[in-house]
């Protein structure tokens, strides 16, 4: 993996925040936020603090085992696609999300065969994790 891939990757998401699905600015080595998401999915990528967007394509039922997690499916402009699983037991739940909406994203990337999943999307109550939150409509999780 290169370290690049390793580091925290921060993505620009004007367009995104905007209301529409921002390719992203480049990083150190000129790749966009889904060349990015594209080679951690390729690498096989775990605990990979990233920052994107995409376009909400399932809304999924609650993960209620454990903590409880809203979860849904977002697609990349590059048509990858990625489970966000966001906690809200620790930060509020995004409202009115459906099918079709622009949502940004900050967090940690787990690779799975589908895609990849997005978690830590909320900051974290003892402090020594790197903040992670959604945006939809305007507002911020976290």
């Not at 921002?22 to 080679?39: H, V």
């Not at 048509?79 to 906690?87: E, I, K, P, R, Y």
């Not at 992670?132 to 507002?139: A, E, N, P, Y």
Request: hydrophobic share 40%; proline share 3%; charged share 25%.
């Amino acid at each position: 993996m290169k370290p690049v891939v390793a580091a925290i990757v921060l993505l620009g998401l004007a367009g995104v925040a905007a209301g529409g699905c921002a390719s992203s600015s480049q990083d150190a080595e000129g790749d966009t936020g889904d060349a990015i998401l594209a080679r951690a999915f390729e690498d096989r990528a775990h605990d990979l603090q990233v920052e994107g967007g995409g376009t909400v394509v399932r809304a999924l039922a609650d993960d209620t085992e454990g903590g409880r997690h809203q979860r849904f499916v977002v697609r990349l402009d590059s048509g990858q696609t990625l489970l966000v699983a966001h906690n809200i037991d620790l930060a509020p739940r995004v409202e009115d999300l459906r099918e079709g909406d622009a949502v940004a994203f900050r967090g940690v990337y787990e690779w799975n065969a589908e895609g990849g999943t997005v978690h830590w999307t909320h900051r974290d109550p003892d402090g020594s994790h790197a903040p992670g939150w959604l945006r939809h409509g305007g507002r911020t999780y976290q």
